[in-house]
């Protein structure tokens, strides 16, 4: 069975400084791994994905991800983070038809 | 294009009824799916359908009905609603599934649910 960890329930950062999210995952084959963001109120955005390739993986609004398959881990880093980036962030895995998400990671900017 | 909406945004429900919660997206993707977003739980899959006619299973399907008779509308179908169906509920689409560089899901806005 396919499942997601996030570690963290809540990050605070403050605005200009760097952020990683971490994400581990349990899976049998390679997986597909995703993040999705999602804003008070709001449904899910697409950040970024991995299917093959290069393990690091660029999104939009400059996050980047890195698929470490040794420690089963996929982890979302920014390297400046702007007020507009506190939301929710949810780690996912899946196949060609089901997706699972992890808890989620309430992120806070403070100024 | 309206992308994927969903009706109605809330609703309250007393224990036993029947209700429908609407999906409709615009962008001619085979590929939908129920998920329901429970706090510190994230989203769980309940439905998901290939195309029209082709419906399965999620992780959490009890409770919960669905059919797909056209390639733009999947309906979700709570026939005896309980409390443990309170919960925030998003429908998704995608060209036709979840695999593959090509395939990104929308999400809809939701559904905010309360059963009484």
């Known amino acids: 069975a396919q499942s997601v960890t996030q570690p963290d329930i809540h990050i605070t950062v403050s605005e200009g400084a760097s952020l990683e999210l971490r994400c581990n995952y349990s899976?049998?084959?390679?997986?597909?791994l995703f993040w999705y963001v999602q804003s008070p109120g709001q449904g899910l955005q697409l950040l970024l994905k991995y299917f093959s390739g290069d393990t690091l993986v660029q999104g939009i609004k400059g996050f980047e991800a890195e698929f470490k398959r040794s420690q089963s881990s996929f982890n979302l880093r920014k390297p400046s983070v702007h007020w507009s980036d506190a939301a929710e962030y949810f780690c996912?895995?899946?196949?060609?038809?089901?997706?699972?998400f992890g808890a989620g990671t309430t992120v806070t900017v403070r100024a | 294009n309206a992308g994927v909406t969903q009706t109605p945004k809330f609703q309250v429900l007393k224990t036993g009824q029947s209700m429908t919660l609407q999906c409709a997206q615009d962008m001619n993707h085979e590929y939908m799916s129920w998920y329901r977003q429970d706090p510190g739980m994230g989203l769980r899959l309940i439905h998901y359908s290939v195309g029209a006619g082709i419906t399965d299973q999620g992780e959490v399907p009890n409770g919960y009905n669905v059919s797909r008779s056209t390639t733009e509308d999947f309906p979700l179908r709570l026939l005896s609603a309980a409390p443990s169906q309170t919960s925030v509920y998003f429908c998704?689409?995608?060209?036709?599934?979840?695999?593959?560089?090509?395939?990104?899901?929308?999400f809809g806005p939701g559904t905010r649910l309360t059963v009484l």
């Open positions: 996912a895995v899946g196949d060609d038809y089901k997706l699972s």
């Open positions: 998704a689409s995608s060209q036709d599934g979840t695999g593959g560089s090509y395939n990104e899901q929308f």
């Open positions: 899976y049998g084959a390679t997986p597909y």
